[in-house]
């Protein structure tokens, strides 16, 4: 069995998920809040449906059984990497003309509850994404190369 590197599509999946971002957060601010929540996972969908497609394109040939593990868990776990940096970086920012922010955070933050809630949130979240990236790389994928290769 061929022996790929996925790295490459790793960065290229950091890459779209920084555009994709930065695209759905301005349009976010024209959009009423639950029609914006949607916004939040746009991001993460496009950025792994583009890095299928590069997949396909160069490779020429859909995901092996282990590759589609190996995409499902890497990209969920850097997609929530991507957003704890982006977390920290805004409170940083905002630390700098406020440091009564930073402290604040410290502070709340060894609360057991609130860790326990965001915890929560992030696995109702990452399940699905697991899931649905599951599906993408392995069934659809197939679909998708023998549509595009024959």
Known sequence: MLNLSLTKYYAWFLLFCFIFTCISSVLRTFFISPISFVLLILPYLVAMVSVLYLFLKQQKRAPTRREMFKFAGM????????????????????????????????????????????????????????????????????????????
């Not at 009564?100 to 929560?120: F, G, K, M």
């Not at 599951?134 to 190369?145: H, I, N, T, V």
Request: aromatic share 20%; net charge positive.
């Open 75 to 150: 990209l969920n776990l850097l997609f929530w990497l991507f957003n704890f940096v982006g977390f920290v970086l805004v409170v940083l920012w905002m630390a700098i003309q406020d440091p009564r922010i930073w402290q604040y955070l410290v502070t709340v933050e060894p609360n057991p509850q609130l860790i326990a809630l965001i915890s929560l949130f992030i696995a109702i979240i990452a399940v699905p994404f697991y899931v649905i990236t599951l599906w993408f790389y392995g069934p659809q994928a197939k679909r998708m190369a023998q549509h595009m290769f024959g």
